[in-house]
């Protein structure tokens, strides 16, 4: 476990790739994950430039372990015009990552279409 001036923090960034822009107002939920199951510990929505306004896990909550977040892709793609009806092949998008460096900056974008995704450990 890292101390908070040694500490990391986690952040993330939605870019449309249909559109070619940032996913403005997707919610995103994040959780860690231990033998106890799942505690949600943040809900975000994300800005005009497709991030949330302050890390998704800021220095003073961050320590290592397993994490998940949720991209509420469904709710997106139906508001912006690129989904309709109530079965969509991408809804809720979870990404479970691990955080191994408590002093690091983890940065976990996604890159989202109607038909697909893609993720990496940006910087």
């Known amino acids: 476990m890292s101390t908070q001036s040694d500490a990391g923090y986690l952040t993330t960034h939605v870019l449309d790739t249909a559109r070619g822009c940032p ?53 997106y793609l139906r508001a912006s015009g690129q989904a309709s009806g109530e079965l969509l092949f991408l809804d809720e998008v979870p990404i479970r990552f691990g955080i191994t460096d408590g002093s690091a900056h983890y940065h976990v974008p996604l890159l989202l279409s109607p038909f697909g995704y893609s993720t990496y450990r940006g910087s």
């Not at 997707?26 to 497709?50: K, W």
């Open 23 to 75: 996913a403005a107002g997707l919610q995103i939920r994040l959780y860690r994950l231990d033998e106890h199951g799942r505690t949600e510990l943040a809900r975000m929505l994300t800005n005009a430039d497709g991030r949330t306004d302050s890390p998704i896990l800021p220095k003073k909550d961050f320590v290592t372990g397993t994490y998940e977040l949720v991209f509420e892709a469904g709710e």
